[in-house]
């Protein structure tokens, strides 16, 4: 374990999603899209699931056998789908027809999942659901999940139907056509999802959890999970010493064999040996680096010796890592790397460089047109705002300018270097601008009251900030009045900031 991933982190909460196939034998198994504004994987194919609740323990005490993770998962997949895994005293399921109205009172909360299932005398049994194996969220996410998988047969009687709200639609796919949909870029399709598919295409649910099996046991003795939220892009999220909240930073694995590494930053010999050991078996054409901040190249120059490729980056971070890492391959605006053939088989496939100063002077990120895919690096964090540093490291007005640039690509997914991706990238791009108008108003109402130390106004717009904090806040700080100082809307005087008159 490295030594970095012994920070505190948050536990991840229990949780039960369900393979449900169309019959025993089938190779069709419902999938359903969540809603885009949902903020875990929203606007994903996924499987029918949800966390456990505390009202799930109570009734997996009152059968042998029977797991919250059980209960959770049947009431789950009744409420997303309307599939009810609970038979009455002569081992009877209930029909489609007696399921609509049960469901519509669960879903108003006129009444519990528990007193549901006892007012109709219907019980649970554990055979109804098979385990197929647990998946915990890697620990780069604040909102994680330990999640029992399970498979089962739709009852008969039973439809599987789902209800707009926090999903949007259901089918009965194979893993073929939704894999196929996912490759042709037509669909965006959940990591675990991508996974569990790839475990069952061609054969049937009940094959899964042997085929599962290799797998959890290679994650049960720590290695990286296989990530892909896109064809031909692993993500590998990374142990690294960045700024707070921040644990990892996210590298990408870009492109056919050979492929780019995008910003391996992990420079602990423990995590660096896990990377390592995750690229077994696959070609490198080079590193590409967004910037210099050792979040981001820890690993940079040890992976260019180890396989022998060269370390590519904009001239100004080259020039910021002089005497570290040797820079062998400029990239500046508009400069596109070639990933070879799609993985869909049509057509070149290509990653281009986008100058997007601000965090950093030479900050990079990029866009992959084929599946509209856009790299932004630390221009935007799904954790927490960005920090931007004052001048000559940063330059508030340069950053806006780069967010605004990025909104120009009409991208389908937006990958952080911290936090999960996101399916809203216009969204999130939108919220990026607008906190920082926020704070920028903030800022000048503050000066309005009178001229201000800096120490002063962070105390006064960051208050309940933690102490190790407060230095980064001064940066912020720092930053917005030297813009505000280029336009002629602020001055100082004695180190004493004032609003200009």
Known sequence: MSTVSLRRLTPPAPAASVLLARACASQEVF????????????????????????SDDEL?????????????????????TGVLLARDARGAYPTAEDLVSLRRQLMAGQVTFHDLLRKHQLHL??????????????????FRFDTAFFTAVLPPGQTAEVWPGELTEGSWRSAE????EWNAGDRLVSPPTVMLLQAIRGRTIEELPERLRPLLDKLATGALHPIWFSPGVQMIPLFAEGLPPSTHTNAYLVGNDPAYLIDPGASDAAEQQRLFDLLAGRRLRGVVLTHHHSDHVGAAKVCAERYGVPVLAHPLTAQALHGRIDVQQFLNDGDCLDLGTAPDGKGAWTLQAI????????HLSFWEPRYRLLFV??????????????????DLAE????????????????????????????????????????????????????PRTVPELTLELYRGLPPELMRFAEMQIQAGLHKLQREGRSTVNAERWQRSS
């Open 31 to 54: 999938v359903v899209a969540r809603a885009p504004t949902l903020r875990f994987l929203g606007g994903f194919l996924a499987f029918p699931g949800g966390k456990v609740h505390s």
């Open 60 to 80: 997996a005490c009152t059968t042998p056998g029977l797991t919250r993770q059980h209960v959770a998962a049947v009431r789950e997949l009744f409420e997303e």
């Open 125 to 142: 049994r554990p055979e109804d659901l098979t385990v197929a194996g647990s998946l915990v969220t890697p620990p780069f996410v604040p």
């Open 177 to 180: 056509q939704v894999l196929a």
């Open 355 to 362: 100058h997007t100063p601000g965090h950093a002077p030479g």
């Open 377 to 394: 690096g630390d221009m935007v964090s799904m954790l927490s705002s960005v920090l931007i540093p004052p001048p000559p490291e940063g």
């Open 399 to 450: 950053y806006l300018h780069s967010l605004q640039r990025l909104q120009a690509y009409p991208a389908r997914l937006l990958l952080p270097a911290h936090g999960s991706p996101s399916a809203r990238p216009a969204h999130v791009l939108e919220q990026a601008l607008a906190h920082r108008k926020e704070r920028e108003e903030q800022l000048l109402q503050a000066l309005q009251a009178g």
